[in-house]
């Protein structure tokens, strides 16, 4: 396997490492905040521009969606990871 080769899994590695952090802190702050935790405002896009939506401040979505959504893409992530690591060690590259 080529350098640069080793380099990108290193990376994508890494950048999948970081994403799945702040999806644990986020889980986690949600899990410690409970109903106190609010999503107000939705940022998203469908096959255009970023388009936001207002949420009324008394008809809020419950935390535990946000939370939710994030675990099942956490799923997909660790898998990734796991992937990824099992290449790497295959070459003798140490995480």
């Known amino acids: 396997m080529k350098y640069d080769e ?6 994508s590695y890494r950048w999948l490492e970081e994403i799945a952090k702040d999806y644990r802190a986020m889980i986690n702050r949600i ?3 409970q109903d106190y935790f609010r999503v107000e405002k939705i940022a998203y896009t469908a096959r255009g521009d970023m388009q936001y939506l207002d949420l009324n401040c008394h008809r809020t979505i419950p935390g535990h969606y946000i939370a939710d959504g ?3 893409a956490l799923t997909g992530i660790d898998e990734e990871l796991k992937q990824l690591k099992a290449e790497l060690e295959a070459i003798n590259i140490e995480l």
């Open 6 to 11: 080793i380099e990108k899994k290193v990376q």
């Open 31 to 33: 899990n410690a905040e």
């Open 70 to 72: 994030l675990k099942e």
